[in-house]
């Protein structure tokens, strides 16, 4: 009679404690992607380093979804949705963010942008998806803003980059939102390792369309390019982003999009430990309202 119930007992601990620590970790994983993607920036085209990313994580995720056997979608609508979000969420995020950085922007701003995320899907979740966003998540929602905007406001320096920079970085932000509810809505399903084989495939060959027509540009495959590519597949490609499809699994999207509040100031608290960067107290203020913000939108 006892044995059933011993194993239930001795896992919940374990099972809390990665519900607890998957918000962090996916924060500080999503927030290394800044860095060493522009570290591979360095050294290849924005698309052609998207492209080997995509090529080698495909190949990883189908090795690891045929070696534990998971579930492929029964059907070709499960699949084209399972693509849609693949070339949403990965070509034209990363591609949008990849080009707005090598364009000139600075990662700060490109991040401010990007942060703008949970406001836009705040205000798109409650018609598509059933969901209510209650007052007090709206005022997390403007504090984590705040908070974001407080953190880089010594890198708004006037520096802005280029129109164009700035074009794809409204596209990475209109994609990752858009991809972060239709995933929601249409994906829920999916099997995370098999889905993940037909988005990158799927991103990859979006990405493979567009370097045959802008040209792949060379390549220097230094020790620090292929440190980035490695990061860039095994933290983000495989972690970071799996982390993401069972946040928004598990939890409201609203909720799931506040967390891209913390990535910059995770950004910033990086630079300051790599690079020598320093946070003022204003900075600070900004972090401490960017918490405050995350927590009164993921509080259930």
């Given at each position: 009679?006892?044995?059933?119930?011993?194993p239930?007992?001795?896992s919940?601990?374990?099972?809390?404690l990665?519900?607890a620590?998957?918000?962090?970790?996916?924060?500080?994983l999503?927030?290394?992607g800044?860095?060493?993607?522009?570290l591979?920036?360095?050294?290849a085209?924005?698309?052609?380093?998207?492209?080997l990313?995509?090529?080698v994580?495909?190949?990883?995720?189908?090795v690891?979804?045929?070696a534990?056997?998971?579930p492929?979608?029964?059907s070709?609508s499960?699949?084209?949705?399972?693509?849609?979000v693949g070339?949403l969420l990965?070509?034209?995020?990363l591609g949008g963010s990849?080009?707005?950085?090598?364009?000139?922007?600075?990662a700060?701003?490109?991040a401010?942008?990007?942060?703008?995320?949970?406001l836009?899907?705040?205000?798109?979740?409650?018609?598509l998806l059933?969901?209510?966003?209650?007052?007090?998540q709206?005022?997390?929602?403007?504090?984590g803003f705040?908070?974001?905007?407080?953190v880089?406001?010594?890198?708004?320096?006037?520096?802005?980059?280029?129109?164009?920079?700035?074009?794809f970085?409204?596209?990475?932000?209109?994609a990752?939102t858009?991809?972060?509810?239709?995933?929601?809505r249409?994906?829920?399903a999916m099997?995370?390792r098999?889905?993940?084989?037909?988005?990158?495939a799927?991103a990859?060959?979006?990405?493979?369309?567009?370097?045959?027509?802008?040209?792949?540009?060379?390549?220097?495959?230094t020790g620090?390019?292929?440190?980035?590519?490695?990061?860039?597949?095994?933290?983000?490609?495989?972690g970071?982003?799996?982390?993401?499809?069972w946040?928004i699994?598990?939890?409201?999207?609203?909720r799931?999009?506040?967390l891209?509040?913390?990535?910059p100031?995770?950004?910033a608290v990086?630079?300051?430990?790599?690079?020598?960067?320093?946070?003022?107290?204003?900075?600070?203020?900004?972090?401490?309202?960017?918490?405050?913000g995350?927590?009164?939108?993921m509080?259930?």
């Open positions: 009679m006892s044995s059933p119930i011993m239930r007992t001795s919940a601990p374990s099972s809390h990665w519900q620590a998957t918000p962090g970790l996916f924060v500080f999503w927030s290394t800044f860095i060493f993607s522009k591979g920036l360095f050294y085209q924005p698309f052609t380093l998207l492209l990313r995509f090529a994580t495909t190949a990883l995720m189908l690891i979804a045929l534990l056997r998971a492929w979608p029964g070709w499960q699949v084209a949705h399972t693509a849609v070339v990965h070509a034209l995020y990849y080009v707005a950085i090598a364009a000139g922007i600075p700060g701003i490109a401010l942008i990007v942060g703008l995320q949970p836009l899907t705040a205000t798109v979740v409650g018609p059933g969901e209510r966003v209650s007052a007090r709206w005022l997390g929602l403007v504090l705040t908070g974001v905007a407080l880089l406001w010594n890198k708004l320096d006037g520096d802005l980059g280029t129109l164009w920079g700035f074009a970085a409204i596209v990475a932000l209109v990752i858009v991809a972060t509810v239709y995933q929601k249409y994906c829920g099997d995370m098999s889905g993940a084989v037909i988005q990158y799927a990859g060959l979006f990405t493979a369309a567009v370097v045959a027509v802008i040209g792949a540009g060379e390549v220097a495959w620090e390019f292929l440190l980035a590519l490695v990061w860039l597949v095994l933290a983000l490609s495989v970071a982003i799996s982390l993401l499809m946040l699994r598990r939890g409201a999207a609203a799931v999009a506040s891209f509040y913390l990535v100031p995770a950004v990086e630079s300051y430990l790599i690079f020598g960067e320093t946070l003022g107290l204003l900075a600070l203020l900004g972090m401490a309202l960017a918490v405050i995350v927590a009164l939108v509080r259930r």
